[in-house]
């Protein structure tokens, strides 16, 4: 019997260890040859723009809270594309149950030398209603051929606020990822003492 459960957990980390391997992704600005050559979708010819990465971690800390990181890479293909430097981050706002934050944003056109960062001054908060706020941002210098990335961390009051995932949208998406650690409260973890 005990084979039988040493057997099993090591299978478990086994597994657990595959998949940790598999969630390696490139770094916030390094961008392969095929990105940066990349002028059209193999899977829609027609598609302005695709979506390179779209991923999430989610987890939660000690204080109940559900902190997401987000990142989003775009490769622009045409000249009706570029309205996708224009970035709007919807988020739950009333009562401060959510709050946006490290916003980074940049651009990149392979044959220029330099990225086209977002300043902290060009990011704007809006209040849509009573209830949710638009972060806002254009991201700088967005051609036909550049690539835009940004990345922001949502906080969250507490875990009911888990937001559905969609692995497709309206344009061609290469790479959609989403990561839920989920964690035992503090409480939970603790030892506790049986006397026989």
Same mark, same amino acid.
């Given at each position: 019997?005990? /084979?039988y459960?040493?057997?099993?957990?090591l299978?478990?980390?086994?597994?657990?260890?595959?998949?940790?391997?598999?969630?390696?992704?490139?770094?916030?600005?390094?961008?392969?040859?095929?990105?940066?050559?990349?002028?059209e979708c193999?899977?829609?010819?027609?598609? *302005?723009?695709v979506?390179?990465?779209?991923q999430?971690?989610?987890?939660?800390d000690?204080?109940?809270?559900?902190?997401?990181?987000?990142?989003?890479?775009?490769k622009?293909?045409?000249? /009706?594309?570029?309205? /996708?430097?224009?970035?709007r981050?919807?988020?739950?706002?009333? &009562?401060?149950?959510?709050v946006?934050k490290?916003?980074?944003?940049?651009s990149f056109?392979?044959?220029?030398? &330099?990225?086209?960062?977002?300043? /902290?001054?060009s990011?704007?908060?809006?209040? *849509?209603? &009573?209830?949710?706020?638009?972060?806002k941002?254009?991201?700088?210098?967005?051609?036909?051929?550049?690539?835009? *990335?940004y990345?922001?961390?949502s906080?969250m009051?507490?875990?009911?606020?888990?937001?559905?995932?969609f692995?497709?949208? &309206?344009i061609?998406?290469?790479?959609?990822?989403?990561?839920?650690?989920?964690?035992f409260?503090?409480?939970l973890?603790?030892?506790?003492?049986?006397?026989?």
């Amino acid at each position: 019997m005990r /084979r039988y459960i040493l057997f099993s957990v090591l299978l478990c980390f086994i597994n657990l260890y595959s998949l940790v391997a598999q969630t390696t992704l490139p770094e916030f600005g390094a961008y392969s040859t095929e990105e940066l050559t990349m002028t059209e979708c193999s899977m829609d010819k027609d598609a *302005e723009a695709v979506i390179l990465l779209d991923q999430a971690n989610s987890y939660y800390d000690d204080n109940y809270q559900l902190i997401t990181e987000r990142r989003i890479r775009i490769k622009i293909l045409n000249q /009706r594309g570029i309205d /996708r430097g224009s970035v709007r981050i919807p988020f739950y706002s009333k &009562d401060g149950f959510e709050v946006i934050k490290k916003v980074d944003a940049m651009s990149f056109t392979p044959g220029d030398k &330099d990225f086209s960062k977002v300043s /902290r001054k060009s990011i704007f908060t809006e209040k *849509e209603d &009573d209830r949710y706020s638009i972060i806002k941002f254009a991201i700088p210098n967005v051609k036909t051929g550049s690539i835009i *990335e940004y990345r922001y961390t949502s906080v969250m009051k507490s875990y009911s606020g888990l937001d559905n995932w969609f692995f497709q949208s &309206d344009i061609p998406i290469t790479a959609s990822r989403f990561f839920q650690i989920v964690t035992f409260p503090m409480w939970l973890q603790k030892k506790h003492i049986m006397i026989y």
